[in-house]
């Protein structure tokens, strides 16, 4: 099956560091990429739409200043958490669309983030 | 807009005893449905889908799930639940245009006991 692929899987960081988390499409291009966030015993909220050569679209609620998403490769799509706080730890998940041979959306492993 | 609304947080059930985890979903336009499980510190692994057809969709370890749109409902079954079968369990929805914006339920933790 289609492989997206995240990285790092674990990161701790400073209070006010900013970090950058990789997902990717391994064997297919996605136009389409998907940024969710989850804190323990919860389900995933969408944050943002990533698409491939243009700006995100981010959910109600989400900080497009503080969550910059990246999409500039039909394989890659990055986010970066800002001057990070305490409140941003949480589990971020990303997914990927392949439109071809059948759409069809795959998950990355996740990153655990943990802001010290 | 759609939403979805799994009904029990956590299910604990004995092993080789069946289970049914329940879903129900709200949405102005027709839909695709979706079953993920998630095991711990892992992303989402598809269990199965359906997008048409057969309302009877049957997905990988076994599980099944019928989709009931009178009833608006998705719900999960499997007839004979393993030690293995200990994880997550998140329903989904999406629209039916395209690359499945997936709006998740709050989830089921299922926990299977010898």
């Known amino acids: 099956g289609a492989v997206v692929s995240q990285h790092p899987s674990w990161v701790i960081c400073k209070s006010g560091t900013s970090v950058k988390i990789e997902c990717r499409s391994l064997?297919?291009?996605?136009?389409?990429m998907f940024w969710y966030r989850q804190f323990p015993k919860q389900s995933l909220m969408l944050m943002a739409t990533s698409n491939e050569g243009s700006k995100a679209t981010y959910e109600q609620g989400v900080e497009k200043d503080k969550f910059l998403i990246n999409h500039a490769s039909l394989t890659l799509s990055t986010l970066t958490v800002t001057s990070a706080h305490p409140e941003d730890s949480s589990f971020y998940i990303c997914?990927?669309?392949?439109?071809?041979?059948?759409?069809?959306?795959?998950f990355g492993e996740g990153s655990r983030l943990t802001v010290l | 807009a759609q939403s979805v609304t799994q009904l029990d947080s956590q299910v604990p059930v004995f092993e080789e005893a069946p289970v049914e985890l329940r879903c129900n979903y709200s949405?102005?336009?027709?839909?695709?449905l979706f079953w993920y499980v998630q095991y711990p510190n892992q992303g989402l692994q598809l269990l199965l889908k359906y997008l048409s057809g057969s309302t009877l969709v049957k997905g990988i370890n076994g599980f099944e799930a019928e989709f009931n749109k009178s009833q608006t409902s998705f719900h999960l079954r499997k007839p004979s639940v393993h030690i293995s079968d200990t994880a997550e369990y998140f329903c989904a929805v999406s629209d039916r245009g395209g690359a499945q914006k997936l709006v998740f339920g709050q989830g089921t933790r299922l926990t299977i006991n010898p």
């Open positions: 064997d297919f291009q996605a136009t389409t």
């Open positions: 997914s990927a669309h392949r439109d071809r041979p059948t759409g069809e959306l795959f």
């Open positions: 949405s102005s336009v027709s839909v695709y």
